[in-house]
């Protein structure tokens, strides 16, 4: 999935409350990539060549019937992104709504190649009295295919079709979307993961059965946390607000000879090339959610075209115009594990490669009470939670190829704990090791080693590494101990090399080096030979590096992006021993203040969660456009998306899945250099 998870924090109740964090579903979608709700599986379950249930229900264009529709029945394809077929001679099933726009299907076999089905409608008379509309296309993502036969089955599908369903579906789906064939694909290795669980995050944006969004709702634990919730909330307003705008084309009088105004400027206002229905055009709006055609914003006007009294009103639309069309959701929970909530003061997240997101609640006021790592799947099904004393102010969250967690425990200001754990993915402690002084971030390699940063807040900053397979107890090998950095973070580039930022702004030389006063620099130590060196390979100045503090990353190009903290700019980098930016950094931008964290996308995106103590904050997408003749390229700001209303706090940390994505419109290619081939350092092992 494309897509990102927030961090937040919870409002205050004793310390305690109900906390939550917050993903956002556009053409980043976390639920791409998460592990699914038994109604959906991929295990076994899905009765592939059974005699599928009997699907009825109706075909709406802003809330009134559409006559004549063709209603296709379609199965997601296995062979790429956005493969499959469905149309009129190649689908599951098809028929066409009455004169009330209703409509059944039945008799149809359960296919077999994914088993995941989705409905279009498309056509009809959808004015009373008017021709039929060529661009009115409508779409209600099923899921996988229910057995309609056999005892304890369900019988019958109810599913309305409407632009709620639409725009929930997309939403949902994008990144598995074809716009031109209009199918909906993955690839056969992400059928059982990512599509699966993009189909399984519909129930969570609409209901299918009245085709209304869905305000709220309830998602039961599995397992030791079967009497536990979380509560799953999208922003339902904007789902109705996107209704609205293609209900302005679908209810307008529109045919291919004389196009309704309502319709043309919805589809030339989204993508430089026209969309040519509705279906395409909430593609649009998903994968360009700003609207942005030739370099200016058109969300203004395409907000427009369906006004705040529109056919969807539950909940209310959006009064004005919102900053984009992503859709917000938030995971948010009250239910106590034991003596314990299920999200404590989250502030760190990680992914999984089966999509399924680990938390870590640090309480920093207590230190060991209420801290825990709480583990949900894409649909906020609660998985397990981790409550044991080894996790002692936990700062930050990592897992490594093997799907293990590592947290490091840094305590508190006031006493400082001196251990990084790692769990198993079952949640079980497996090794602690012992390192300094107050570990506080972590980043993994491509073969499972662990680097440990140590900021310099008491003292000399120390750079760690923790072999792949290390005993437990066994001291990790010190890369660095004399660093001067301050809020620091670090990352590891495609080539093994290890990246640091100073955490400050003091200039170089830094005449404080091994105290806490930190620089504004961003030191690199070269893998060469098995092994790091104990100074830095280079400590880089250039490219308008001011603030380095947690938004360091790397992209897929293997450059790595500072955020310069309170600074509004962002500075890049790339090189191994020399170090060089490109012409244009830094990238200044006055929508920045305070960049807290970043993350790159499958598309290669960046994210950044900007956090703004005396506001809500807000959420940042950068495009990274290729200029081709030019071998330059440009930051463009492609996305902001507004700290959802049930948040308490500003964005702390974002994360996003690993998989690969469809780049969206204006992106440039996202290319990976191939990576070097490392030789293992000598340690002891298991």
């Known amino acids: 999935m494309r897509s990102g998870i927030l961090s937040g924090k919870s409002s205050s109740m004793g310390g305690r409350g109900f906390a939550s964090i917050s993903a956002f579903l556009c053409?980043?979608?976390?639920?791409?990539?998460?592990?699914?709700?038994?109604s959906v599986s991929s295990t076994g379950t899905v009765p592939l060549g059974a005699s599928g249930a009997n699907i009825s229900g109706l075909a709406f264009g802003g809330r009134q019937p559409i006559a004549n529709a063709t209603i296709l029945l379609c199965e997601a394809g296995n062979t790429g992104y956005g493969s499959g077929t469905c149309n009129s001679t190649t689908n599951v099933a098809s028929t066409t709504t009455g004169s009330n726009g209703t409509f059944t299907l039945s008799g149809y076999t359960c296919p077999t190649n994914t088993g995941l089905l989705y409905l279009k409608a498309s056509g009809g008379v959808t004015v009373t009295g008017g021709?039929?509309?060529?661009?009115?296309?409508?779409?209600?993502?099923?899921?996988?295919?229910v057995n309609g036969t056999g005892a304890g089955s369900t019988q019958a599908l109810t599913v309305n079709i409407d632009e709620a369903t639409t725009a929930a579906g997309m939403a949902a789906l994008a990144q598995f979307f074809n716009p031109a064939n209009e199918t909906i694909g993955s690839t056969s290795t992400n059928v059982a993961v990512g599509l699966t669980n993009a189909f399984a995050t519909v129930p969570n944006l609409v209901t299918l059965s009245t085709g209304l969004a869905v305000t709220s709702t309830t998602v039961a634990g599995s397992g030791s946390l079967s009497t536990e919730s979380i509560t799953v909330t999208p922003d339902a307003a904007k789902i109705n607000t996107i209704a609205n705008v293609l209900a302005a084309c679908i209810n307008s009088n529109n045919t291919t000879v004389s196009p309704s105004t309502q319709c043309s400027t919805l589809f030339g206002d989204v993508n430089a090339t026209p969309a040519t229905d509705t279906l395409q055009a909430d593609y649009y709006m998903a994968t360009n959610p700003t609207d942005t055609v030739s370099g200016t914003s058109h969300v203004s006007t395409v907000y427009g075209l369906g006004s705040a009294s529109g056919p969807y009103q539950t909940?209310?639309?959006?009064?004005s115009a919102p900053s984009d069309w992503t859709i917000a959701v938030t995971y948010g929970s009250n239910s106590e594990n034991g003596s314990l909530y299920l999200f404590e003061y989250p502030q760190w997240l990680a992914v999984d490669s089966a999509g399924n997101i680990w938390v870590a609640n640090n309480d920093e006021s207590t230190e060991t009470t209420g801290n825990s790592v709480t583990e949900m799947n894409a649909a906020g099904v609660a998985l397990s939670q981790v409550l044991t004393s080894s996790l002692e102010g936990p700062s930050h969250i990592v897992i490594d190829p093997a799907g293990n967690i590592w947290l490091p425990n840094f305590g508190k200001s006031t006493a400082l704990d001196d251990t990084v754990v790692e769990y198993t993915p079952t949640g079980s402690t497996t090794k602690t090791f012992t390192t300094g002084n107050g570990p506080k971030y972590l980043a993994s390699d491509?073969?499972?080693?662990?680097?440990?940063l140590e900021p310099s807040y008491y003292g000399a900053g120390q750079l760690q590494e923790i072999i792949q397979d290390s005993l437990s107890g066994a001291p990790p090998t010190t890369i660095a101990g004399t660093l001067s950095t301050d809020f620091s973070f670090l990352t590891v580039d495609n080539n093994y090399n290890v990246w640091v930022s100073g955490g400050s702004t003091n200039a170089p030389p830094c005449t404080g080096t091994g105290t806490s006063s930190g620089c504004a620099a961003v030191y690199q130590f070269l893998y060469s030979g098995g092994a790091y060196p104990s100074t830095p390979s280079a400590t880089y100045t250039g490219g308008g590096i001011s603030a380095p503090e947690l938004g360091l990353v790397v992209d897929q190009n293997n450059s790595i992006?500072?955020?310069?903290?309170?600074?509004?700019?962002?500075?890049e980098m790339s090189g191994t021993g020399t170090i060089s930016s490109l012409s244009n950094s830094p990238f200044t931008t006055a929508n920045l203040a305070t960049p807290e964290e970043a993350a790159v996308d499958g598309a290669g995106n960046i994210w950044v969660a900007d956090y703004i103590a005396s506001s809500s904050g807000a959420i940042y997408e950068y495009a990274v456009r290729a200029r081709l003749r030019r071998c330059r390229r440009q930051m463009v700001l492609d996305t902001k998306i507004p700290t959802p209303t049930a948040k308490a706090t500003p964005p702390f940390f974002m994360s996003l899945s690993k998989l690969p994505s469809i780049p969206r419109a204006m992106s440039g290619p996202a290319t990976t250099r191939p990576r070097a081939q490392r030789r293992r350092p000598t340690s002891p092992r298991s």
């Open 131 to 145: 021709a039929a509309n060529p661009a009115a296309v409508l779409m209600a993502a099923i899921g996988a295919c």
């Open 561 to 571: 992006w500072n955020f310069n903290y309170g600074q509004s700019t962002l500075s």
């Open 27 to 38: 053409s980043i979608l976390i639920a791409g990539c998460g592990a699914v709700p038994s």
């Open 446 to 452: 491509g073969q499972g080693d662990i680097f440990v």
């Open 315 to 319: 909940p209310t639309p959006y009064s």
